[in-house]
């Protein structure tokens, strides 16, 4: 049996594969691709299980192939989807296609020295396709009635009153395509997805045995969903990206240091590269110590290090340690905005802080953080307000600018969880 295979099997990864592909994956060093659709210039977490799959693959001797689809991301996938796409101009799609490659530099070793991964752009062949040599050549081998009765294209005909277009009915052949041309190329023979491209997948090993003669392989992965029924990945704010400048560091670490209790064992086996035996013990912690949150601390700690770098990390860290009371001037004031994004806010005008600066009495009723002067100087005699984390008592106390993180922000607090965040305009 392939140990990649069996690697998929005890992580849950293993969906189905196809007849065969388990003795083959056996005989020696494959080649396999996943596609990555360049809609955003950013992957985001719903793409790390197939991201994952093609590092296993890679650690199990064998050459992985990100397929970035600059030409079929101009189609549009229909699978999963009610309504048709917006189309993407060449230009977006190029760029999105570069910023896809960045990422997958931080999970694939693209100089090892045996089997070094590859990144394929499939606008290199369909950008250069003929329209009737395509027609003839690939589209006789499809049929129409096989196609219309397809999950993505029968839910399109029921859900949306447009039905499908040709443009986005045409993405199976695009993608079957790609499978030939990547077996003629790099000598693939195998392609992976979600189980919900196993009709994609199969297409494609079917044209490579009517086209080439040759035999080609198709494994799939489950699909992510958690314990509260949302899709995974999506959050209040939306996606979850890799890219920092999309979802920082901090929010990051905190989707994953947030995961149920649920969900976290799941996640580990899934993203995370530790051993079978570290995994059994965190979920042994789960299960015995939930409150410790060991488990997700784990997980966190190790995507967020793999995704963003050891300063991302730190960052992350430091950030989250800020929100349960710690040292707040350590911060870059971008930092500091995005851990209180969620907390009430006030701005004050910078020409209230020269000189003897803002009553910190006055600060407080304004924000809401008391009800008088009188409530504020009790909080203050009480040890119950902070200022950037740190206790404040004197009830004659005020708030100048080099109070303000890097001059921008200064974070209130009143007992333990209440935060309000003053910035200056």
Not at 169 to 179: R, V
Not at 206 to 216: K, N, S, Y
Not at 289 to 302: D, G, I
Request: glycine fraction near 12%; include cysteine; charged fraction near 25%.
């Amino acid at each position: 049996m392939s140990a990649f295979i069996e690697e998929l099997r005890w992580r849950g990864m293993l969906y189905a594969a196809t007849e065969g592909a388990a003795e083959h994956l056996s005989g020696g060093r494959r080649t396999a691709y996943i596609g990555f659709d360049p809609t955003a210039r950013s992957l985001h977490v719903g793409s790390l299980l197939p991201i994952m799959a093609l590092v296993h693959f890679q650690r199990a001797g064998h050459v992985p192939v990100g397929l970035v689809g600059g030409g079929t991301g101009l189609i549009g996938d229909p699978s999963g989807k009610t309504t048709e796409r917006q189309l993407l101009t060449k230009d977006e799609a190029g760029e999105n296609a570069w910023g896809i490659r960045q990422q997958l530099e931080h999970f694939l070793d693209f100089n090892a020295p045996a089997n070094p991964a590859l990144v394929r752009n499939n606008l290199d062949w369909l950008g250069e396709l003929p329209l009737v040599d395509f027609l003839r050549d690939i589209g006789k081998h499809f049929s129409v009635n096989q196609m219309l009765a397809r999950e993505s294209v029968k839910r399109r005909l029921e859900s949306d009153e447009a039905g499908i277009s040709f443009t986005e009915f045409s993405y199976a052949l695009l993608q079957a395509y790609d499978f030939l041309e990547l077996y003629r190329r790099e000598g693939c023979t195998i392609q992976m997805g979600g189980s919900d491209q196993w009709g994609n997948i199969t297409a494609g090993t079917d044209l490579v045995r009517r086209v080439a003669g040759g035999r080609a392989y198709g494994v799939v992965f489950p699909l992510v969903t958690n314990a509260s029924g949302t899709k995974f990945g999506k959050t209040e704010a939306g996606n979850v990206w890799l890219d920092a400048a999309m979802t920082s560091p901090y929010r990051f670490y905190q989707f994953w240091i947030n995961a149920d209790d649920r969900d976290v064992t799941t996640y580990l086996r899934f993203f995370s590269l530790r051993p079978r035996s570290e995994i059994e013990q965190l979920e042994e912690a789960v299960r015995l110590e939930p409150q410790s949150r060991t488990a997700q601390r784990a997980l966190a700690e190790e995507m967020t290090r793999r995704v963003h770098g050891e300063t991302g990390l730190q960052g992350a860290v430091r950030a989250t340690e800020v929100f349960f009371g710690g040292e707040i001037l350590g911060l870059a004031a971008d930092q500091v905005a995005d851990v209180f994004a969620d907390a009430p806010s006030t701005t004050v005008d910078t020409g209230r802080l020269a000189g003897e600066g803002l009553l910190l009495l006055d600060l407080l009723v304004e924000t809401g953080l008391a009800s008088s002067r009188g409530d504020a100087r009790r909080a203050l005699d009480g040890g119950g307000i902070y200022l950037n984390n740190r206790r404040v008592g004197d009830p004659s106390a005020s708030v100048r600018a080099d109070d303000f993180v890097e001059g921008r922000f200064l974070v209130l607090r009143k007992g333990k969880k209440s935060y309000h965040l003053v910035a200056v305009t």
